[in-house]
């Protein structure tokens, strides 16, 4: 079990087709023949702060410690080696990729519903998402990502620290932000959370932000500071402003064909490990976005403590027209507003 590189990759998808035409045969013989998974992510190689890499290595320690070290062998594919983000979760969708590690939002484009847990100033913190969704909180969202796309989140984790601005000039308040093109994910939650903070909201692959910024084609994006760190945006962008407008969830992604095909016995172990693995995965990103913080400092990045009340005045129409065009995400908001840590 171990990360690919891109020479690899051609290697590891042949395998994956002979994995493919053998798949019932592995069902008959979990115990005896390795059951082989792919499991992608957009983010960096980066093993303290690219939470797919962060992720894999905890789900493969998990996988040893659940006896399950030589019947399961996770590939790890990052820096969108399989393909854009939104290429893959349809991937995921079809069964052609086992696994994805990426933030709720990808996965609106496939059912708008989880555009919830992308509007602006939801969360208050981690810890009071964690408790919500341990509530039940998520199930809504989780039924109905499976029932629209057969896809299954069978964890959630954090992306480590809440989503800020990173941009070419500082910013303090929403008129800051006026006339800036500023990245957000391909999602239309996200690109009018912007919009109403005042940004020139752009929507653009995440593989391609780094080269957007070389060419000013955007003046910055929003995300989280070890994603600052290990996509190295800070090498063009000199100003990072804490508007913290959103604690994006970071979800384990499951193709139902994956999961349709695993012996019963051997899946709920597997579904142990991927569990245990995305709780690690939430105390490592706590750990590491004050580390982050630090060496964007080290970087020469600005940190901005921006008026956070403006922007969430701005933002705050969202929740009721969201909430008002469709109607099944009000109970999820309510429970969610109504969880305090």
Not at 108 to 115: F, R, S
Not at 118 to 131: I, M, R, W
Not at 195 to 216: K, S
Request: proline fraction near 5%; hydrophobic fraction near 45%.
């Amino acid at each position: 079990m171990r990360p690919l590189d891109r020479r690899g990759l051609v290697r590891a998808s042949l395998a994956g087709g002979t994995v493919a035409l053998a798949a019932p045969a592995l069902i008959g013989r979990a115990q005896a023949a390795t059951l082989r998974m792919r499991l992608s992510s957009s983010q960096a190689n980066d093993p303290k702060f690219g939470n797919g890499r962060v992720y894999y290595d905890k789900l493969v320690s998990q996988l040893r410690a659940n006896g399950l070290g030589e019947q399961i062998e996770v590939s790890f594919f990052p820096d969108n080696q399989l393909g854009q983000e939104i290429d893959v979760i349809n991937s995921v969708k079809l069964g052609v990729i086992d696994m994805m590690v990426s933030g709720s939002s990808i996965s609106a484009n496939l059912v708008p519903l989880v555009g919830t847990f992308d509007l602006g100033y939801l969360f208050t913190s981690f810890e009071q998402q964690t408790k919500a969704f341990e509530a039940g909180a998520a199930k809504p969202i989780e039924a109905a990502l499976q029932r629209g796309s057969n896809i299954r989140i069978i964890a959630w984790a954090y992306n480590f620290g809440s989503r800020s601005v990173l941009s070419k000039k500082a910013v303090n308040t929403p008129e800051d932000l006026a006339g800036q093109k500023i990245r957000t994910l391909p999602n239309p939650v996200i690109t009018e959370c912007l919009r109403l903070m005042g940004a020139a909201a752009t929507p653009l692959a995440f593989g391609e932000i780094y080269t957007a910024l070389q060419a000013g084609v955007i003046d910055g994006l929003e995300h989280d500071p070890p994603t600052m760190v290990a996509s190295k945006f800070y090498e063009t962008a000199k100003f990072y402003s804490l508007t913290q407008h959103n604690f994006s969830p970071l979800a384990i992604y499951f193709s139902d064909v994956a999961y349709n095909r695993m012996n019963p016995a051997l899946r709920d172990r597997f579904l142990d490990a991927a569990g245990k693995a995305a709780a690690d995965t939430r105390a490592h990103g706590l750990a590491v976005e004050q580390e982050a913080m630090a060496l964007l400092r080290e970087r020469g990045v600005t940190i901005v403590q921006c008026d956070r009340e403006a922007f969430r005045k701005r933002v705050q129409p969202q929740m009721e027209t969201f909430m008002r065009n469709r109607p099944e995400a009000r109970p999820v908001i309510e429970q969610i507003r109504a969880t305090t840590v």
